[in-house]
T-cell receptor, first 113, second 113 residues
């Protein structure tokens, strides 16, 4: 799982397995969410986004699920590859500040060959 | 290559020094941002510029001074920093200043001695 401001959770998976990274967001009024991937030595890279009028959105090998009832967001990566090893952040548009996106602390995904 | 270039990649400075971080985006975006990334803390928004105008200053100390001469360039001027300012400083851009779908540079790793 993942919570803003806490220690960095880790997830270790075998190459080829599916990965699920979780995020608990804070504001029930948030209406836009993003997942970013940050590899070592690089800045965060946009992966996929979702608006609150949807509960699922799919990209290439990635799926984001949104459960507004419990304020939970997840990122599913299919057939995880070594290149997927990185820190993954969720971010929510908290709507209480001008255009401010609140980022989670991140989850470190390690893919074992 | 994200289209956002930051220099320098690494910077070590004393508390009495004055230095500047530079960011350039080649994406034709209208908004540019400075973020701070500290160890074990979520990304923190510092400044937002839209069409060269500052639209947000997220309670950042005055020892950090941003400058945006045009929509493609962003600077962060540093003076009399403290050791706790040591962090990765990330520049980002987006089509609009709504903090959505940010394109990040690789950051400047700053160490204040």
């Amino acid at each position: 799982g993942e919570s803003v401001g806490l220690h960095l959770p880790t997830l270790s998976v075998q190459e080829g397995d599916n990965s699920i990274i979780n995020c608990a967001y804070s504001n029930s009024a948030s209406d836009y969410f993003i997942w970013y991937k940050q590899e070592s030595g690089k800045g965060p890279q946009f992966i996929i986004d979702i608006r609150s009028n949807m509960d699922k959105r799919q990209g290439q090998r990635v799926t984001v699920l949104l459960n507004k009832t419990v304020k939970h967001l997840s990122l599913q990566i299919a057939a995880t590859q070594p290149g997927d090893s990185a820190v993954y952040f969720c971010a929510e548009n908290i709507k209480t500040n001008n255009n401010d996106m609140r980022f989670g602390a991140g989850t470190r995904l390690t893919v074992k060959p | 290559e994200t289209g956002v270039t930051q220099t320098p990649r690494h910077l070590v400075m004393g508390m009495t020094n004055k230095k500047s971080l530079k960011c350039e985006q080649h994406l034709g975006h209208n908004a540019m941002y400075w973020y701070k990334q500290s160890a074990k803390k979520p990304l923190e928004l510092m400044f937002v510029y839209n069409f060269k105008e500052q639209t947000e200053n997220n309670s950042v100390p005055s020892r950090f001074s941003p400058e945006c001469p045009n929509s493609s360039h962003l600077f962060l001027h540093l003076h009399t920093l403290q050791p706790e300012d040591s962090a990765l400083y990330l520049c980002a851009s987006s089509p609009r200043d709504n903090n959505e779908k940010l394109f990040f540079g690789s950051g400047t790793q700053l160490s204040v001695l």
